[in-house]
Structure formats: C-alpha cells, structure tokens
C-alpha cells in the first residue's frame, strides 16, 4: 500500500498527487481547447459561464455539476464529455481515507475493520437501492455509486494487498468459484458478493497469471487509457464512423487511444515522478 510505503502522510499525499492530477488536468483543459474546434456554437457563444462552469467543476473532480462543454456532442446518445471521470472523485475521497483507516486497522486489529467496513458499506448500497425502489427516484442510485458504497471495491483491494498470500495458496479455486458467481449472480446476493467476486479475479489476472513480460518498460499506460478513451469514443462517434464498419474502428480506436496514452505518459505522467519511482525504475528493466 502506497501510504505504509510513504515517510508520512504528507509524502503519501503528494505521490497520489503527482500520480493523479497532472494527467487529469491535461485532459481536461485539452478538452476544453479541442472543444471549441468541434463546437456547434459561435467560439463567442462557446466562451461562456457554462464553459467556465465545467472547467472548475471538473478540476476539482464535481464532474455531475456540469459534464457537458456548450454544443460539443449535442448530438450523441450521450453528451458528457468524458464520462468516466466520475471515478476519480470516488478514488481521490479514498485516498483521503487511507491514513485514518491505516490507523483504525492498528488500532483495532485489520480483520475486524475490513470485515466491519465491508458491511457498513453493503448495507448503505442495499439500503439506497430500496429507497430507489420503493420512491422511484435515481437519485438514490447515484448516492449508492459514491462513498461509502465504493468502499467494498476499496476493502476488497485491500483483503487482496494483505492477504495476498492466502489468496495464492488458494488462487485457482478462488477464480472458479468467482466466475461461477459472475454466472449466477442474478441468483444470489449480487450486492454483498460481487466486490469480493470481481476482486479475485482482479488479483488473479495481475498477480498470479504466469509472467507475461515487462509491458511496464514502455512506460504506464494504465490511468492514461482510462482517462482519454471516452472523449476518443465521443469524438468518433459524434462523427458517426462506427457505422460503416465497427469492427474495423473497434481496431483503429484502440491504437488512437494507446498512442494518446503512450503521449500523456512521456510527455505529462513521467515528468512528475522521482527517478527512484517504481513507475520510473520499471521501465528500467
């Protein structure tokens, strides 16, 4: 875990920081330039409160407050810009949280807190779908889609950081039973079981697979694909390309966003990092 490898906290914060934000900031402002270009609106109507209500709102991660930049993909299916930003607000809070949860699981054992957090966050997400229910209302739904019901995607990455060597002895029956739950998940608890189901077979393709090569030497494309691949997609698909032949822009859409990943990570990722930097050394090897 990142932060039990930090000096302190303000070292643990500053790495999630640098990881983090210089990227998401690229792209947000990239889009902001791009998006005059491809505007249906006047560049003097584009320049507008709406404009400069989603810069702010997405630079500090309030994407619900305005998603969408003026004209720009009026005509898709859906208009905001880079929906998977949503995310990042969820991640960051997380990040927030590492030091006092750290300080909770030595303060009253790890098990007892993994298992109590766990729960506390599945009954907030049981108890937002029936309210959801019984009121008829999203509203409920998109709490349940924020803290705490993320949490036991969290608690699940950490079952999987400390108990990393139980969950090898056992990996290959871990991953049968995982995807049998996948497969009948409309029989069981789907709430309670799939962040513990989906983080096994997270844990098993990473780090229990047979070694498949240093991709890594290339550098870390990871946060880079997932950050520029929905405005690709939007930018595409406002032009309506995916209808002559989609297998054929399944193929060309990939190669644009690696090479706009491997560009975000030489030329904005990289250069916020110390040389010591796992990220750095990686591509050492």
């Not at 889009?31 to 491809?38: A, E, M, Q, T």
């Not at 998603?67 to 930003?85: D, K, M, R, S, Y």
């Not at 300080?103 to 993994?114: E, Q, S, T, V």
Request: glycine residues 6%; hydrophobic residues 50%.
């Amino acid at each position: 875990m990142s932060y039990e490898n930090s000096s302190n906290a303000k070292n643990y914060f500053l790495k999630r920081a640098k990881r983090i934000y210089p990227a998401y900031f690229f792209v947000i402002i990239i889009s902001v330039i791009l998006g005059g270009g491809i505007s249906t609106y006047s560049l003097g109507d584009y320049f507008s409160i709406s404009l400069l209500e989603y810069i702010f709102a997405n630079l500090l991660f309030l994407n619900f407050i305005q998603p969408n930049l003026p004209g720009v993909f009026e005509g898709n299916q859906i208009e905001a810009i880079n929906g998977a930003l949503w995310t990042l607000k969820v991640e960051v809070m997380f990040y927030l949280s590492v030091p006092l949860i750290v300080w909770a699981f030595n303060k009253f054992g790890r098990l007892p807190m993994i298992i109590g957090l766990y729960v506390c966050s599945v009954f907030y997400s049981v108890s937002m779908h029936m309210l959801a229910a019984k009121t008829g209302s999203e509203f409920y739904l998109q709490l349940q889609r924020q803290l705490p019901g993320q949490f036991v995607y969290f608690i699940s990455g950490a079952i999987g950081y400390y108990y990393f060597a139980w969950i090898s002895k056992y990996a290959a029956k871990l991953l049968l039973l995982s995807i049998v739950v996948f497969i009948y998940q409309q029989w069981l608890p789907w709430l309670t079981i799939e962040p513990i189901a989906l983080g096994m077979i997270v844990i098993y393709v990473a780090r229990v697979m047979p070694y498949l090569g240093n991709f890594g030497k290339y550098g870390d494309f990871s946060y880079g694909i997932y950050i520029i691949h929905f405005p690709v997609l939007q930018l595409l698909a406002s032009y309506t390309v995916f209808n002559a032949n989609p297998w054929e822009m399944l193929f060309v859409t990939t190669l644009i966003i690696l090479l706009g990943a491997f560009l975000l990570w030489h030329l904005v990722e990289k250069n916020f990092f110390q040389k010591s930097s796992h990220y750095i050394e990686v591509e050492r090897i």
